[in-house]
């Protein structure tokens, strides 16, 4: 790559965009395509920064910094331009030159500028034309032709010379490249997951980037986790603020962080006591001890519903009414019974002097985003009171913002007597709560339950920071404005689609997207698709694909994943 001056670049610019691209253009059109050129500029297609280079100029001296003015390397694409471009059926002919931030037009190697778009675009397969003889190696030698094999072997050995480095990263990592993870990840994890064949290496607000430089926007947050975003500013701060003081001590002291947060909590909810634990499955456990230990004796059963999902501890896994789930773990703790899915009726029928609480999702995520009606959630608080039960709302998934109210409760106007929460609590750290009322809190005892990890001062930081997120002034209402957005458009696809697709269903930022009997039979090749053009969703209960992107999603974004899924659905249609 040539020095290129402010003067060069509108030469460049001017030949590239101007005479190339029009030649190119016009030959494509000329052979029957559809063509239409473009500079990385329109649009931010191509978003680039000054290429930095040194070389070395004595032994034991610092490498001498080269300055190549107007040259720049890849930081992102922007694939919505393309995507239209695609869905009107047209060749984009796209000449090599990126947009700063600083909005200067910079230089960049074309092979360098086709594989970050080829990559962005999930390409199939990226083929180069070129009149260049052929691959130097360190020696100087001009290599005409070579195998993959032999290719990776220089790269691996740092022979070939230019600014190639596969299966590396700029943290040094030693792994060759992904299949070489997974495999490594097979030999040495127990066989829990069934994953996806992409390492995730680092993510910003709603993107993601894999170790083969792929770009994915993320519509599931880490399944309703990080629901500010990847490495959102304010909790990447608190978190190293905090991990630079103080990691831990244990509950036998006090520390700040988690007096904060459990302040927010309480100033925020229903709740007047908190608990702090590790995790979604440990706040529901905590839950189902506290509802046994503030009843009478003899009251020990809760009351869950069928395609509940409470957790994969032993007595959690006894009130997930999902019996897939139970299978192999038998026998499970008693004291658990499973109801149909909001049938009052079925309740009043089930309560019996061994009845201490019922147990509810107001969302059923994991079933395929199944919101429970207002009327029948006030049906259960009346009877709750007429019977002296508790009322227990698992708030794991619903909880923090993601309906469009800081708590899925707000949204009914009924109040639960517990509430549990984890999962967007921290972020990405793992942190659950145990909220309740201080009359209920008092059947706890020092010893009665504990944990070593629970209020850990790092991730009540990160909580911290999450709360006087979501608190901040118009965030939840722009959530909610957002919300009404993405379900407006998933409805229209869903009209669109009918013979895959029967509606759509979810509150907030929690979606789902109904699929018929023969759009089921594709649910998980939908998703791969997805995944393949650079979307992550997943496929719930064996019903819908959901959708939890993060809070801080795009209205772009969200037009994005609907039109992607539009095609993709278009795909899976029979004729």
């Known amino acids: 790559m040539r020095v290129t001056d402010g003067e060069t670049m509108d030469i460049v610019e001017m030949v590239l965009v101007g005479k190339v691209n029009k030649e190119i253009v016009g030959l494509i059109n000329h052979c029957g395509g559809k063509a239409v050129g473009l500079s990385g500029r329109d649009g931010d297609l191509v978003c680039a920064e000054k290429l930095k280079m040194s070389k070395a100029v004595a032994e034991n001296a610092p490498p001498e910094l080269i300055d190549l003015g107007r040259v720049g390397r890849v930081t992102r694409v922007n694939p919505s331009v393309l995507r239209g471009l695609e869905q009107e059926e047209f060749i984009p002919v796209i000449a090599p030159v990126g947009v700063g931030e600083d909005g200067q037009a910079y230089n960049i190697n074309a092979d360098l500028v086709a594989g970050a778009i080829a990559g962005c675009l999930r390409a199939e397969k990226l083929i180069l034309l070129t009149d260049v003889e052929g691959v130097a190696d360190d020696q100087g030698n001009l290599l005409r032709s070579i195998s993959q094999k032999d290719l990776e072997g220089y790269i691996q050995k740092g022979s070939i010379q230019g600014d190639v480095y596969s299966g590396r990263n700029r943290d040094g990592n030693t792994m060759k490249n992904e299949s070489e993870i997974q495999k490594i990840s097979d030999q040495v994890f127990l066989h829990t997951y069934n994953r996806y064949p992409v ?211 707000e949204q009914y106007g009924v109040e639960p007597d517990i509430m549990t929460l984890a999962k967007a609590l921290g972020n990405g750290l793992p942190i659950g709560a145990l909220a309740t009322k201080e009359d209920i809190g008092r059947a706890f005892s020092p010893g009665a339950h504990a944990t070593t990890f629970g209020g850990n001062p790092v991730a009540a930081s990160a909580g911290v920071a999450v709360m006087e997120t979501l608190l901040a002034p118009g965030f939840l209402p722009e959530v909610r404005r957002k919300a009404k957005y993405l379900q407006e458009n998933l409805n229209a696809l869903s009209q669109k689609h009918r013979a895959l697709t029967s509606g759509v269903r979810g509150l907030g930022l929690l979606q789902g997207l109904i699929l018929t009997e023969e759009g089921c039979s594709l649910g998980g090749k939908i998703v791969t698709a997805m995944l393949e053009k650079g979307f992550l969703i997943n496929f719930a209960g064996d019903s819908a694909l959901r959708f939890a992107p993060p809070l801080v999603v795009t209205e772009q974004e969200i037009a994005d994943m609907v039109a992607v899924l539009d095609a993709v659905l278009r795909s899976f249609t029979r004729p």
Do not use: W
């Not at 299978?327 to 049938?343: V, W």
């Not at 309560?351 to 079933?367: F, R």
């Open 199 to 409: 390492t995730i290496i680092e993510g910003k607000g709603c993107k993601l980037l894999d170790e083969g430089g792929r770009e994915y926007i993320d519509f599931l947050s880490g399944i309703a986790v990080c629901s500010l975003g990847h490495c959102h500013e304010a909790v990447t701060e608190a978190i190293c603020r905090q991990a630079s003081r103080l990691v831990h001590v244990s509950n036998l002291y006090y520390t700040r962080p988690q007096v904060e947060l459990a302040r927010l909590l309480v100033e925020h909810s229903f709740a007047e006591k908190i608990f702090f634990c590790n995790s979604g499955a440990e706040a529901n456990e905590a839950a189902i001890k506290l509802a046994r230990k503030h009843s009478q004796p003899g009251r020990y059963e809760i009351l869950s519903l069928v395609s509940s999902f409470h957790g994969r501890t032993l007595a959690t896994l006894a009130a997930t009414g999902q019996p897939k789930f139970h299978a192999g773990f038998e026998p499970l703790p008693e004291g658990f019974r499973h109801l149909p899915f909001a049938d009052t009726a079925a309740l009043k029928g089930a309560i019996s002097e061994k009845t201490c609480a019922v147990l509810l999702e107001p969302i059923q995520g994991e079933s395929g985003v199944r919101p429970l009606p207002e009327e029948y959630l006030r049906a259960v608080r009346q009877i709750c009171d007429e019977n002296g039960l508790l009322l227990i709302f698992d708030e794991i998934q619903t909880g923090m913002g993601r309906t469009g109210t800081l708590f899925a409760y």
